[in-house]
Every structure is written in C-alpha cells, then in structure tokens.
C-alpha cells in the first residue's frame, strides 16, 4: 500500500460546478499536510496548506480528517483555468527527521 | 524575485557521460531537495539536504550523487548515466523538511 493515495483521475467536470476529491495516507503520525498544483510538464506550486481546522482560500477548500487519515480538496464555480493534476503532500516522521512523501496526482479537466 | 533556479531545463546524453545538474535558491533556505518524476509514480525523492554539508539519502538514491557546500547551491551529479535515470527532474527548497517547498523549473534529461 502506498503511504499517499490519490485517484488518479482524470475527473472531467463543466464549467461551473464544484469538484472535490480525497488524499489518504498510512501513517498516523503524518504532521503536516498541503495541495499542490501541477500544470503539464510544470513545477509543482503550493496550493494551500491543510491546517486542522480546516482552511479555506476563495473557491477551493480543504480539509482534514485524522481519524480516516485523509484530507479533501473541494473547488467551487470551477473554472477552464483550474484544470491541472493535484498533488497531496503528507510530512511523515521518518526516523529522527520529517520526510514530505508525495501523491502521484489526481488530474482534473474542466470543459466549457 | 525569490526563486529556484535549475540548469540545464533539457538535456540529450548518452550512457556513461557525467553529468551535472545545477540548482540554486535566493531564499536562504536550509532545505533543499532533489525529486524525479515518472508518469504515474509522482515525485520521489533523490537526495535532501538539512544544511550545509548534511546531505542525506531520499527514496530512489541510487545512480546519483549530491553535495552542499554552499547554502544556495544544490547540484545534482549523475557520475555514470543509464537510460532508467531518463525523467523529469525537480530542485526544490524551503526553510525546513516540515514546510511547503518551492520548486525549480524543472531538468529534462534523456539518457541514450
């Protein structure tokens, strides 16, 4: 079992409607937690950190569930610009120091 | 402009020849990083670096070499290039392995 698990998708959504999807990890530990953007053959660009308390910043929202060990990303009034893979980035303790091990991405396309 | 610079953005080669790629950060981070990238694997992690002069193996270190002598640079070496290291290549930084990291451009490389 992978310690990120992500859809890979591709999830096609219209213009317009919201989209959400989940990252689970493996170990319980895990501290910290963030969503990344990805646009094709791009940088990976920090989205938004995953705080506890959940976060939102504009039409995207996140979230975190300890107790299933999985964070969500949800992304309202979509827009042809939010198509991009989503990465999930988990900071695992991995002996004395933390480690981010990566999700393989979900990839969503929105159509007009 | 805080950024992370890599070089070469692409690079041709062929078995055997040494390579190295660059990569330097303005944002006096302590960490940096190396991360390949294979369709459907997600970033793995190559190589990090906590310091100057504290490097430390990631997940896929094999094949590859790295040094930190300088806060700001991070150059990954391929001693002896075989064509499974043919990827996507990323450096990235941050001020800690607990933090969102920022990214290069990115290092095409082909290895024939």
Same mark, same amino acid.
């Not at chain 2, 670096?49 to 002598?69: A, F």
């Given at each position: 079992?992978?310690?990120?698990?992500?859809?890979?998708?591709?999830?096609?959504?219209?213009?317009?409607?919201?989209?959400?999807?989940?990252?689970?990890?493996?170990?319980?530990?895990?501290?910290?937690?963030?969503?990344?953007?990805?646009?094709?053959?791009?940088?990976?660009?920090?989205?938004?950190?995953?705080?506890?308390?959940?976060?939102?910043?504009?039409?995207?929202?996140?979230?975190?569930?300890?107790?299933?060990?999985?964070?969500?990303?949800?992304?309202?009034?979509?827009?042809?610009?939010?198509?991009?893979?989503?990465?999930?980035?988990?900071?695992?303790?991995?002996?004395?120091?933390?480690?981010?091990?990566?999700?393989?991405?979900?990839?969503?396309?929105?159509?007009? | 402009?805080?950024?992370?610079?890599?070089?070469?953005?692409?690079?041709?080669?062929?078995?055997?020849?040494?390579?190295?790629?660059?990569?330097?950060?303005?944002?006096?981070?302590?960490?940096?990083?190396?991360?390949?990238?294979?369709?459907?694997?997600?970033?793995?992690? $190559?190589?990090?670096?906590?310091?100057? @002069?504290?490097?430390?193996?990631?997940?896929?270190? @094999?094949?590859? /070499?790295?040094?930190?002598?300088? /806060?700001?640079?991070?150059?990954?070496?391929?001693?002896?290039?075989?064509?499974?290291?043919?990827?996507?290549?990323?450096?990235?930084?941050?001020?800690?392995?607990?933090?969102?990291?920022?990214?290069?451009?990115?290092?095409?490389?082909? $290895?024939?």
């Amino acid at each position: 079992r992978k310690e990120v698990e992500q859809d890979p998708g591709p999830f096609n959504v219209p213009e317009g409607a919201t989209v959400a999807f989940n990252c689970t990890y493996s170990n319980s530990a895990s501290q910290s937690f963030f969503w990344y953007r990805q646009d094709c053959r791009k940088e990976p660009k920090l989205l938004m950190s995953v705080y506890s308390s959940g976060n939102e910043d504009g039409r995207f929202t996140a979230q975190l569930n300890r107790a299933s060990q999985y964070i969500s990303l949800l992304i309202r009034d979509s827009k042809l610009s939010d198509s991009a893979t989503y990465l999930c980035v988990v900071s695992t303790r991995k002996g004395s120091n933390y480690q981010l091990i990566w999700g393989a991405g979900t990839k969503l396309i929105i159509k007009p | 402009e805080a950024q992370v610079t890599q070089n070469p953005r692409y690079l041709i080669t062929v078995t055997g020849k040494k390579l190295t790629v660059t990569c330097s950060q303005n944002m006096n981070h302590e960490y940096m990083s190396w991360y390949r990238q294979d369709p459907g694997l997600g970033l793995r992690q $190559i190589y990090y670096s906590m310091n100057v @002069e504290v490097t430390d193996k990631g997940d896929v270190p @094999e094949g590859y /070499k790295v040094s930190r002598k300088e /806060k700001r640079n991070f150059p990954l070496i391929l001693e002896s290039p075989s064509p499974n290291q043919t990827s996507l290549y990323f450096c990235a930084s941050s001020f800690g392995n607990n933090q969102p990291q920022h990214f290069g451009d990115g290092t095409r490389l082909s $290895i024939l």
